[in-house]
């Protein structure tokens, strides 16, 4: 277990740094002028060359490679070109927004995909399981940027049950920065009015961004399900005369979720992709929005910081779900 | 050398033999219902894309501000947008957008995948490291975050995204060819050609890209919807097609600030994206149920 966990590491610290290198070539291969974007067309020529050699955009690229890779070592991302502030410091402002979002489209996406899966599996055949893989199948086909604006339009524009975009009404102040995410810091602060806003706030994007991990959970669940349901103990625990709700979930679902713990896993890594639709639509101020932005003002340093994160997170999250598919199942106790 | 013949024409017997086996498996595809539907959904789709000029009643690029934002009527099925351009006109022209960008993705995604996993996995050795630690690299990446920075590096254009998601999409590819390889290089039929001194470029082309092929087309037909919708994502947010192009997601994007007042803007480019991907879907399902009978009627879901 213990070797395989550091060969994992080691393969997944290759990969990162095949994505700083990949990041970095990427982000130079542009071919605006950042200076020249910021300074508007009239700049004196000084003035652009004073600030290229300020953020070191005159020395040859490998040069600014090697330097770029021993700043990172020490935590530092480089400065925004936008918003001239360290990356690091957007980065931790903006990144709680949105695992705050994927958190909750993940638990929504769980919750409600394995209770659909498992519904959709014990009425195998029958009228309620056809119209779950029908709508499914649907669900999955939609874009989520639409889903989205129609959703917005139904349950905001036209019924009023749910606000509009944004993380907060615009007339409540957040609360002091702790964490970052406005549901934890609101309890901190004990601003339960806050914490409520933000709930309502949250169930829309998260129904949205968790639309696809929820069908995708759902559909796992079932097949799982069907499978396990068809092996021998089961018929026992049912010739015992178990009752069968015991059946279903004591015996047959606690067998069926390795399958569904793996594609949590490579789901919550596939949000932060989501993220950025989802956050445009509903100007999410999270990562995903500060990532279109700063590849639209060709802001180097952001577009790296942001990338390298997300390439973490994403490494991250296949790791666990290896390490927690050894644990769970003690069959594959990794060599 | 006679003898090299027969073996070659026995090889090539195996080849069409596998052959006859794809075919039977396309039929057995269409006979499943659902992949029907989507079979049809995907055939109307070509043929509106193909009689697109027969179908629009008007100019996709046609503005009109006279009549901007008119809703649904006899003179404009789906209304007009915020120019006065027939919002029918222009969903029908970005079908042939879409299926374009779908197909040269497609094929260009697999023109780098295949001979990149299949020499990796026939050789094996320092080239396959390679090979597979390059595709852990691209696959540390969300899809949509790397097309969104090779589109923004090469600047957005329709051509730019096509070739943002085929980098993005090629390592699956390479991946499974791979692992196809894997299997086929110590299969009797190769063996045999290896014995008889064939060259491995002729191996390669001959014997082991067609065992690999299968797997590989029944990927990317399960792959299509996502193409499509990563597609529609990018020109959503600005990084995809370019304004006026009736490219759909372009077309939702369009009608972003108008959904209160004016929902036919944005809604009938997101049902003609949700039908398309929805037809690539069913027929991707059929296919892999086919193909894993064991699950018929299971993930199919």
Known sequence: ?335 | MSRTATTDAALLAQGARDRARTRSLMWRTLRNPLSMIGMIIIGLLVLVAAAAPLIATEDPLQTNVAERLAPPSRAHFFGTDTLGRDIFSRVIYGSRISLRIAILTAVIATVIGAPVGIVAGYFRGRLDDIAMRVTDMFMAFPRLILAMAIAAALRPTLENVVIAISLAAWPAYARLARSMTLGLREENFVEAARALGASPPRILARHVLPGVMSPLIIQISLDMGGIILTAAGLGFIGFGAQPPTPEWGVMISEGRNYITTQWWVSTFPGIAIALTVLGFNLLGDGVRDVLDPRLRGRIGA
């Open chain 1, 1 to 335: 277990m213990w070797s395989y966990l550091v060969r994992r590491l080691l393969l997944a610290s290759v990969a990162i740094a095949g994505v700083l290198v990949i990041v970095f070539f990427l982000s130079h291969v542009i071919p605006g002028d950042p200076v020249g974007a910021i300074l508007g067309p009239q700049a004196p020529q000084d003035l652009i060359d004073d600030l290229r050699q300020r953020y070191g955009l005159d020395r040859p690229l490998y040069e600014q490679f090697v330097r770029f890779v021993e700043r990172l070592a020490h935590g530092d991302l480089g400065t925004s070109l936008a918003t001239k502030r360290p990356v690091i410091r957007d980065l931790i402002e903006f990144f709680p927004a949105t695992i705050e979002l994927a958190t909750a489209s993940i638990l929504l996406g769980v919750v409600v995909g394995v209770s659909v899966g498992v519904i959709s599996a014990v009425t195998h055949g029958r009228w309620i399981d056809h119209a779950v893989r029908f709508f499914s199948l649907i669900g999955l086909s939609m874009p989520v940027f639409w889903l989205g604006l129609i959703l917005l339009y139904i349950f905001y524009f036209k019924f009023g049950l749910l606000p509009g975009p944004g993380q907060l009404d615009v007339f409540l102040t957040r609360p002091p920065f702790v964490t970052g995410m406005v549901l934890v810091d609101s309890l901190i602060a004990r601003d339960f009015d806050t914490f409520g806003n933000a709930i309502h706030h949250l169930w829309l994007p998260a129904i949205v961004l968790g639309s696809h991990a929820l069908v995708g959970i759902a559909r796992i669940t079932r097949a799982s399900m069907l499978e396990v349901l068809g092996l021998d103990y089961i018929k026992v625990a049912r010739a015992k005369g178990l009752a069968e709700r015991t059946v279903v979930f004591k015996h047959a679902l606690r067998n069926a979720l390795l399958p569904i713990i793996t594609v949590i896993g490579i789901y919550y890594g596939g949000l932060l992709e989501g993220a950025v639709l989802t956050e445009t639509v509903f100007s999410w101020p999270g990562l995903g929005r500060y990532a279109t932005s700063a590849i639209l003002s060709q802001d180097f340093a952001a577009i790296m910081g942001v990338t390298i994160l997300i390439a973490l997170i994403f490494s991250l999250a296949n790791l666990v779900v290896d390490l927690a598919y050894g644990i769970l199942n003690p069959k594959i106790r990794y060599e």
